[in-house]
């Protein structure tokens, strides 16, 4: 889908929804589950997600009861699964337990299994082979059973804080105990087939007092020897929400209480908090009801706490609270909430269910089944454009996808213009190809008048054009890709051949395709080159070398394993091998179809895809 720029889409450019310029604002979209493929959680609160690549792994919590289900949303692809799980899996499910991953794998620790039943076990999800395995601790008693703490990896080392836990060891009854000890234990040696132990740590300065359902984070550039963790908030043994921000120094290991500028957030707990580059990102939890008088705002002595739907975001770099505008009407806005879960993929940060507090008057609360995510930051800069075919009056591009772009907006440059440096539109694309036939008649850089209609032009006969694209989402235009440039067909010449299908045998690449549709006369042979490693070379197509490897005038042919061997692999997208097939008329040669044969090591079966837009 795509829009060719008219000019009240070319004013709404210029008036800066897509100006890369423009004031840079985090904006939320709903993500509809029924528009999602695949079984989606149910309704839930004190549940977990992690990401892992550009997926998210979402366990526990629940609402009636704890649930043991585990399913998988597919950023990319929009979709929900249920994985079959197997080996020692935690029976009858947890809630409000610690999560982080390493790698492939998840670890879990500690959480409710039943109302005042605690655990601190752990256990590692492989998510390569979805296998359960519990981890046997040596000192495992040394951490006493808990929910609502923090569980923070730092390189191989888990960080685990505060938290809830029981005084005696009776399910009869149940005394709480708010803890602030921090305790550390190194996966490494789980991974390398070593019991793990428990470290007892014992930072100097005044710690944070003991709390639960608060949150930690580590610092982006943070290992075992520098970096910081960040706790924020919690509830503490007095039931009251603190607002206290914490920083832990990994090098000296002292407790630091942070004077930050800016105006900080409420008090809250329940509230979850991720790292998104330098900037700690919060959102919803419990905060306490307030009232406001004439003259200043006041809290209510009965304490009474309610979700809230705010965001708030800590620079980590200027230690400063920063303002978060989040435009937008309410509906556009995720409903208040806490005890749910969230993850950051790329520069997203997803929320998933939740439950939007205690109603007093009907006895009862309500989760949530639905999911959000926050952008919090303009699309990178796309790679080049790449040519698919060309003709006499039309040029077929494309482009690699931009995880966090919505519609991409494509330029040209006519190179045989005297005014080269000058830019005019051609549309915005919602997906990452197009068919270009014509573009604005006005350079991008002019004001235009709405009540005039749209002028065109038409690519002509024999004429390079030079593209550029820049990604659009919610917060913004990112910045231009760097130039490439395609020539149209001149007329007489074949075009380029179509329907290329490749597929692996033991002595090589099997390559076949359809002859162009326009051939202007008689084929009278195809070549085929593919791309070659070069040291002098940049990984986009635009500057790689290609060598001969068939020229014949059959449709098909064999490129030997010997020359598959010095093939250069891009790794622009998923890793793939890339040939350019032209076809030859009484003229000469026509322009080439560049294709990417996809080379994915997972592919049991010899026929591997072929992908032209990428």
């Known amino acids: 889908q795509h829009y060719y720029i008219t000019n009240n889409l070319r004013m709404t450019l210029k008036k800066g929804i897509y ?3 423009s004031m840079a604002n985090v904006k939320w979209r709903y993500v509809p589950l029924t528009k ?13 997600a992690v990401a892992i690549d550009n997926k998210i792994i979402v366990m526990g919590g629940g609402n009636e009861g704890i649930v043991d289900e585990l399913h998988v949303y597919n950023t990319k692809a929009n979709e929900w699964s249920e994985p079959h799980v197997s080996g020692q899996v935690p029976e009858n499910g947890v809630a409000a337990f610690g999560i982080a991953a390493h790698g492939h794998n998840i670890y879990i620790h500690g959480g409710m299994m039943e109302y005042c039943e605690y655990s601190n076990e752990m256990f590692m999800l492989n998510t390569h082979t979805w296998e359960w395995t519990h981890i046997n601790i040596t000192n495992k008693d040394t951490v006493c059973p808990r929910l609502g703490h923090s569980f923070t990896l730092v390189g191989t080392t888990m960080y685990t804080f505060g938290g809830l836990g029981c005084e005696v ?61 960040y706790i924020f908030g919690g509830m503490s043994s007095k039931a009251e929400r603190m607002g206290d921000l914490w920083r832990l120094d990994l090098a000296k290991m002292i407790w630091i209480p942070v004077i930050a500028i800016g105006l900080p957030p409420l008090p809250r707990s329940l509230h979850t908090a991720n790292v ?142 005297s005014d080269v440096n000058e830019w005019y539109d051609v549309a915005v694309v919602k997906g990452n190809s197009l068919v270009v036939s014509h573009h604005h008649s006005k350079p991008s850089s002019e004001e235009v008048d709405e009540n005039k209609p749209i002028e065109r032009l038409e690519l002509s006969p024999g004429t390079t054009y030079r593209f550029r694209i820049a990604a659009i989402n919610a917060c913004g235009r990112g910045e231009f890709s760097e130039p490439a440039a395609f020539k149209t067909c001149v007329p007489g010449f074949p075009g380029a051949p179509s329907s290329i299908r490749i597929s692996k045998g033991n002595d090589g690449a099997h ?104």
């Not at 070593?194 to 930690?216: I, K, L, V, Y």
């Not at 006895?363 to 926050?374: A, R, S």
């Not at 030997?560 to 097939?581: C, E, G, Y």
Request: overall charge neutral.
């Open 19 to 21: 100006n890369q310029k």
């Open 36 to 48: 999602s493929n695949g079984p989606t959680p149910r309704p839930r609160h004190g549940h977990r």
């Open 169 to 229: 060891d009776d399910q009869n009854q149940f005394i709480p105990r708010y803890l602030n000890d921090i305790y550390t234990i190194d996966i490494s040696h789980n991974e390398e087939g070593s019991g793990p132990t428990w470290s007892h740590e014992d930072p100097a300065g005044d710690a944070p007092c003991p709390r639960e359902s608060h949150t930690c984070v580590c610092t982006k550039d943070a290992n075992e020897k520098s970096g910081a963790l």
């Open 276 to 417: 998104i580059g330098n900037k700690m990102y919060i959102f919803g939890g419990w905060v306490a009801i307030n009232q406001k008088s004439k003259n200043k705002t006041v809290f209510l002595p009965e304490k009474e706490y309610k979700c809230t739907n705010s965001t708030a975001c800590f620079n980590m770099d200027t230690i400063t609270w920063e303002p978060v505008y989040t435009e937008g009407f309410e509906d556009a806005l995720p409903r208040s909430r806490a005890g749910h879960a969230s993850a950051v993929v790329n520069s997203r940060l997803y929320i998933i269910s939740g439950r939007d507090g205690y109603h007093r008057a009907y006895n009862n609360q309500t989760c949530f089944k639905d999911m959000w995510f926050l952008e919090t930051d303009k699309p990178p800069i796309p790679n080049r454009v790449q040519l698919i075919r060309a003709s006499t009056s039309t040029l077929e591009i494309c482009w690699i996808p931009v995880v966090t772009a919505d519609a991409y907006l494509l330029q040209i440059q006519r190179l045989d213009n």
């Open 511 to 614: 390559l076949a395709w359809d002859p162009p549709a326009n051939s202007n006369g008689n084929i009278s042979e195809y070549s085929v080159y593919l791309a070659i490693k070069n040291s002098q070379s940049t990984e986009s197509p635009s500057s790689l070398a290609f060598v001969l490897v068939y020229r014949g005038d059959s449709p098909s042919c064999t490129v030997k394993t010997t020359s598959l061997q010095n093939a250069h692999v891009d790794q622009t997208n998923k890793p793939a091998i890339i040939f350019r097939i032209a076809a030859k008329n009484e003229k000469g040669y026509g322009p080439a179809t560049q294709v990417r044969w996809l080379q994915d090591t997972k592919t049991s079966s010899n026929k591997r895809p072929v992908d032209k837009m990428s």
